[in-house]
C-alpha cells in the first residue's frame, strides 16, 4: 500500500510461526465479569471482540490463574482443566479470532502475593520464606516448583484446547516467576536461586515445557526491564536477563515494576511511551525473540516510530484500546484525528478492583460492548435541544446526531468545553485537553446546529417546539459560610491563571481538584498547601489515580493539613481548627477547591419544556469526566425507542 502513512506498524510480523496481521497487539487487561467458579460471563467476549474488531492483531485476556495455590485476588480466571467452564472460554476465543485476530491468555502464579489463596487456608509458596500484608509465605521445595512448571503447561494445554493459540506468562510485576528471577527476592543457594542462571531456570523450564508439550502455541514472556525502585534491580540487569531468555519465549515482552502501581501501571503524571526506553536498551542484544515494548502508549505516529527506529518489533496497548478500541484502523485508514487518547486517569482499574465493572471515562460503550453492537438507528426520528455544550451535553448532541435525530446545542459561553476548559494549560492534562478538541470536531461535523454565545430561556426552548430537551448546563462554585469566602479565586480561575496567583498558594479543599492543582502549582515553582476538612483527603472512588497522585505530593512535598476546617479567610492568611487547636496558614494567594454546586432550579425550569426531559452533568448533581459522559451518550441512546 504504497500511501500507507505507516508502513512499519501495519507490517506483518512473525512469532512462534504465526503470522500476526501488524504490529499492534492488545496487552494483558484483568477479567472482571467471572463466576465464583471461574467461569467467564458472555460480557467479556464482547469487552475483547471490541479490540479484534478494532484492528488490533492480538488480544490478551489477563488473570489466568494456573493454580489455586497461587490465586492473588478474588474473581480471576482459573487457567487450568474444567470441563464445564470449555464453552465459555470458547465463546470468549472465537470472538476474537473470527475477526483474524490471535486470542492470548495470560498465565500468572502470585506466589507470595497469593493471598486468596492463603484465606483459602492454603500455605502459600514462593522463592523464600517471606511475610505479605500478614501473609506467610514458605520456600518452595523442588517438589513444589516442578508442580508448579506442570501447572503452567496444564494452563497451556487447556488454553490451547479452548481456542487460545497463544500464551503470556506473566514474569513481571512482582508475580511469582518475577519473584524468582529478581535478586532482592530470591537469594536460595540451590539450582533456583542466587545466580543470573539460575535465577532464570524457573522462567526458562516454563517456556521449554510449554514449548515440548503445547506444538504450536506461541510464548509471551512478559519481564520487567527493571524494578523502578532504589532498592531493585535496574535495567542492566535487565538487559542480562533477557540476554538469559533469549530464544526461550517467541516474544519476549519489556515492562516495568515490581509492585509499584504507578510503575506497572503508567499515570498521567509520566511522560508517554515511558517504558520504550527499556525495549530499546534490551533489542540490540536479543536474536531470536521479537521484543515487544508495553506502557502509556497511543499516539500513531509514535508506534510507527518505535518500530521504525528498531526500538521493538511489537507495541501494546491495555488501557489506549480500551479508550478506543478502533485505534489500529484509524490510524490505518488516515483517521488519526478521530482517535481518542486514553488520559492514564485509571478510572478503568479502579473501577474493576472497586465495583469488578469495565469502564472507560472516555468511552461510554466499554463495559456494554455486546448491547451497543447491535443498537439500529432510531426508530423515530425527534427534534433535540440540548442546553450547554461541556462535556455531557456535547457527548449527548453528537449521539443523538449520529442516532438520526435534529439536534440544535446551544452553548452561552464562547467556547465548547465546560468548565474542564480551565485545565488545557496543565502538561499532564494534555489528553483531556486533546479530547475536548476532538469532541469539537466531532460535534461541528455531525450535522448538529451549534450555537455559542447563545442560551435559550425555557419560554423559549418551549417556542421551538422540541420532542426532546436534555440540560448540561453545569453547576457552579460552591461558597460555603466562611468569613471572608469571597476573597478565594475560584479553582478554575487558578487553572486557567496560574501566573496571576502569588508564590505561597492556600488551597481550600483536598478534592482531586485540589490536591492535582497543587501539583500543578508546584510544578510551577510555586509552594502550594492543602487545607482539607476532613481527615483524609478525598479522591471519591478513583483509588488508583489517587495513588499517583498521593505518590506526587509526597515527592513534591506538598503541605497537607487534614481534619482542619478553615474558620476564617483574612488578608494574608487562612484560619483552621484543628483538633490541636486553631492553625494559621499564611498565604500570598487563596484558592476555592470546595467543589461545585449543581444548578439544579436552573436545569428544573427546562423540565415542561418539551414532552421528554432529561438533566446530565453537574447540573444533575457534581459529576465526574466519566459520569458526564456516560450519561450524555445514553440519554441520547434512548430518544426514540
Known amino acids: 500500500m504504497s500511501n500507507q502513512k505507516y508502513p512499519h506498524l501495519f507490517s506483518p510480523v512473525q512469532a512462534g510461526g504465526v503470522l500476526f496481521r501488524n504490529r499492534i497487539f492488545a496487552a494483558p487487561m484483568g477479567v472482571s465479569y467471572v463466576e465464583s467458579d471461574g467461569f467467564l460471563m458472555p460480557e467479556v467476549g464482547a469487552f475483547y471482540e471490541r479490540k479484534a474488531i478494532g484492528g488490533a492483531a492480538s488480544v490478551c485476556i489477563s488473570g489466568g490463574g494456573v493454580s489455586r495455590r497461587g490465586m492473588a485476588y478474588g474473581g480471576g480466571m482459573i487457567a487450568y482443566q474444567n470441563y464445564r467452564s470449555r464453552p465459555f472460554y470458547t465463546y470468549v476465543t472465537n470472538s476474537i479470532t473470527r475477526h483474524g485476530c490471535m486470542a492470548s491468555l495470560e498465565l500468572q502464579h502470585g506466589g507470595i502475593h497469593a493471598t486468596q489463596a ?25 517438589e513444589i516448583i516442578q508442580e508448579t512448571i506442570d501447572d503452567f503447561v496444564k494452563g497451556a494445554k487447556y488454553a490451547k484446547s479452548v481456542g487460545f493459540g497463544m500464551v503470556t506468562i506473566h514474569g513481571g510485576h512482582g508475580w511469582l516467576i518475577h519473584q524468582f528471577m529478581s535478586p532482592i527476592s530470591n537469594t536460595r543457594t540451590d539450582r533456583w536461586g542466587g545466580s543470573l542462571e539460575n535465577r532464570l531456570r524457573l522462567p526458562r523450564e516454563i517456556c521449554k515445557a510449554i514449548k515440548k508439550e503445547v506444538p504450536g502455541m506461541v510464548v509471551e514472556l512478559r519481564i520487567s526491564g527493571h524494578e523502578g525502585t532504589p532498592e531493585g534491580y535496574d535495567i542492566e540487569e535487565g538487559i542480562r536477563m533477557a540476554k538469559g531468555l533469549d530464544g526461550y519465549p517467541d516474544i519476549l515482552h519489556i515492562s516495568a515494576g515490581n509492585s509499584a502501581f504507578t510503575v506497572t501501571h503508567p499515570s498521567m503524571f509520566q511522560p508517554d511511551g515511558m517504558n520504550v526506553k527499556l525495549a530499546a536498551a534490551i533489542k540490540p542484544h536479543i536474536h531470536q525473540s521479537k521484543i515487544a515494548t508495553v506502557g502509556a502508549l497511543s499516539d500513531p505516529e ?30 490505518r485508514t488516515g483517521r488519526t484525528d478521530d482517535i481518542n487518547t486514553c488520559l492514564r486517569c485509571n478510572h478503568c482499574y479502579s473501577e474493576a478492583m472497586g465495583a469488578g465493572q469495565f469502564c472507560c471515562t472516555l468511552n461510554p460503550q466499554v463495559g456494554r460492548e455486546e448491547e451497543y453492537s447491535t443498537q439500529p438507528l432510531a426508530a423515530e426520528p425527534k427534534n433535540v435541544i440540548v442546553i450547554g455544550g461541556g462535556i455531557g451535553g456535547m457527548q449527548a448532541a453528537i449521539t443523538a446526531a449520529k442516532r438520526g435525530h435534529s439536534v440544535k446545542l446551544y452553548e452561552k459561553s464562547d467556547r465548547l468545553g465546560g468548565v474542564l476548559l480551565c485545565e488545557d494549560k496543565v502538561p499532564f492534562k494534555k489528553h483531556l485537553a486533546e479530547y475536548i478538541e476532538k469532541q469539537i470536531r466531532r460535534l461541528h461535523n455531525s450535522g448538529a446546529e451549534v450555537h455559542i454565545g447563545e442560551t435559550l430561556t425555557p419560554e423559549q426552548v418551549e417556542a421551538l417546539h422540541p420532542d426532546v430537551v436534555i440540560a448540561a448546563i453545569g453547576g457552579k462554585a460552591a461558597m460555603p459560610p466562611i468569613p471572608g469566602i469571597e476573597k478565594a479565586i475560584p479553582v478554575t480561575e487558578a487553572y486557567s491563571a496560574p501566573e496571576k496567583l502569588g508564590k505561597k498558594v492556600v488551597i481550600l479543599g483536598g478534592g482531586m481538584a485540589g490536591t492535582e492543582l497543587s501539583v500543578y502549582l508546584h510544578s510551577l515553582g510555586k509552594e502550594p498547601a492543602i487545607a482539607e476538612m476532613a481527615d483524609k483527603l478525598n479522591f471519591a472512588s478513583n483509588t488508583c489515580h489517587a495513588i499517583a497522585v498521593n505518590e506526587q505530593l509526597t515527592q513534591r512535598g506538598i503541605a497537607i493539613h487534614t481534619g482542619a476546617k478553615v474558620t476564617a479567610i483574612k488578608d494574608g492568611c487562612v484560619e483552621c481548627e484543628t483538633a490541636g487547636g486553631t492553625i494559621t496558614l499564611e498565604a500570598d494567594s487563596i484558592v476555592n477547591a470546595l467543589g461545585r454546586l449543581p444548578l439544579q432550579e436552573e436545569a428544573a425550569a427546562y423540565a415542561l419544556s418539551a414532552p421528554v426531559f432529561y438533566a446530565i452533568g453537574d447540573c444533575l448533581a457534581a459529576k465526574t469526566v466519566y459520569e458526564a459522559n456516560r450519561l450524555g451518550y445514553n440519554v441520547a441512546m434512548d430518544i426514540g425507542k
Open 302 to 331: 509514535y508506534l510507527e516510530e518505535i518500530i521504525a527506529s528498531g526500538q521493538a518489533d511489537i507495541v501494546e496497548m491495555a488501557r489506549g484500546l480500551t479508550c478506543d478500541p478502533d485505534l489500529p484502523n484509524k490510524a
Open 118 to 142: 492463603a484465606d483459602l487456608g492454603m500455605q502459600i509458596y514462593g522463592p523464600m520464606e517471606a511475610d505479605y500484608k500478614g501473609y506467610h509465605a514458605l520456600p518452595m521445595t523442588e
